[in-house]
């Protein structure tokens, strides 16, 4: 019986205990009749953002009952990355509101709550399901730039509505020097201590030559 972070699916009997009811119990979970117990937060008291909180207990019901495209939001605490994905996803869910009536942002804290569906372990999780096919799963690439600009593109190549445009502009891209490596470190200093030591030796060389020559032209004088 595996679940989630190879830990136990969890089976509630709530009948007395007895062995009628232990045997009924061992069989109905072997024909696949039970239903498992989802460990869920509560209802949150206020869901009127321009994305909504779907928990473990009401998961399948309103994906169920959703006829839009979703784009999910799967996080936990502890998160590194989460932060900031959550302030591009809710910025975007804002933003689209308005114009994109059939795309449904969801956040689910994938740490508190249970969802067959969408059985994951490893944080963050952003996943686009389109309408017309829920068997689709689309994974945006977490490890790439995170910008307003990447996820609205990720959304408009996979939404199965008709699109309406805003404007998102493009992030500017900033040139960053390869960092050298330190054996490339320990190369240029070397470079650099011979290159100021044959400095000093053209130098040393050119006094002496020009002391012989002066040597070579007092004794001229003398002759």
């Given at each position: 019986?595996?679940?989630?972070?190879?830990?136990?699916?969890?089976y509630?009997?709530?009948?007395?205990?007895?062995?009628?009811?232990?045997?009924?119990?061992?069989?109905?979970?072997?024909?696949?009749?039970?239903?498992?117990?989802?460990?869920?937060?509560?209802?949150?008291?206020?869901?009127?953002?321009?994305?909504?909180?779907?928990?473990?207990?009401?998961?399948?019901?309103?994906?169920?009952?959703?006829?839009?495209?979703?784009?999910?939001?799967?996080?936990?605490?502890?998160?590194?990355?989460?932060?900031?994905?959550?302030?591009?996803?809710?910025?975007?869910?804002?933003?689209?509101?308005?114009?994109?009536?059939?795309?449904?942002?969801?956040?689910?804290?994938?740490?508190?709550?249970?969802?067959?569906?969408?059985?994951?372990?490893?944080?963050?999780?952003?996943?686009?399901?389109?309408?017309?096919?829920?068997?689709?799963?689309?994974?945006?690439?977490?490890?790439?730039?995170?910008s307003?600009?990447?996820?609205?593109?990720?959304?408009?190549?996979?939404?199965?509505?008709?699109?309406?445009e805003?404007?998102?502009p493009?992030?500017?891209?900033r040139?960053?020097?390869?960092?050298?490596?330190?054996?490339?470190?320990?190369?240029?200093?070397?470079?650099?201590?011979?290159?100021?030591?044959?400095?000093?030796?053209?130098?040393?060389?050119?006094e002496?030559?020009?002391?012989?020559e002066?040597?070579?032209?007092?004794?001229?004088?003398?002759?």
């Open positions: 019986m595996k679940s989630k972070g190879d830990g136990l699916e969890k509630l009997m709530n009948k007395r205990v007895s062995e009628e009811n232990l045997i009924k119990f061992v069989d109905d979970f072997r024909a696949g009749k039970l239903k498992k117990l989802l460990k869920s937060d509560n209802e949150p008291k206020y869901n009127d953002e321009a994305w909504k909180i779907w928990i473990g207990r009401n998961f399948e019901k309103n994906y169920r009952e959703c006829k839009a495209d979703i784009l999910f939001f799967f996080w936990t605490k502890g998160c590194n990355n989460c932060p900031q994905l959550n302030k591009i996803f809710q910025r975007l869910a804002i933003r689209l509101e308005k114009k994109n009536k059939n795309l449904l942002f969801v956040k689910v804290d994938g740490g508190n709550n249970d969802v067959e569906e969408f059985d994951y372990v490893d944080f963050p999780k952003i996943v686009f399901v389109p309408a017309n096919d829920r068997t689709q799963r689309n994974f945006y690439d977490v490890t790439t730039s995170n307003e600009y990447s996820f609205y593109h990720f959304m408009k190549d996979h939404s199965s509505f008709p699109w309406v805003i404007d998102v493009k992030p500017i891209e040139k960053v020097e390869k960092q050298k490596s330190e054996e490339e470190q320990f190369d240029d200093e070397l470079k650099k201590e011979l290159k100021e030591e044959n400095v000093k030796v053209e130098e040393q060389v050119k002496e030559k020009e002391d012989v002066a040597i070579v032209n007092d004794e001229k004088i003398d002759l």
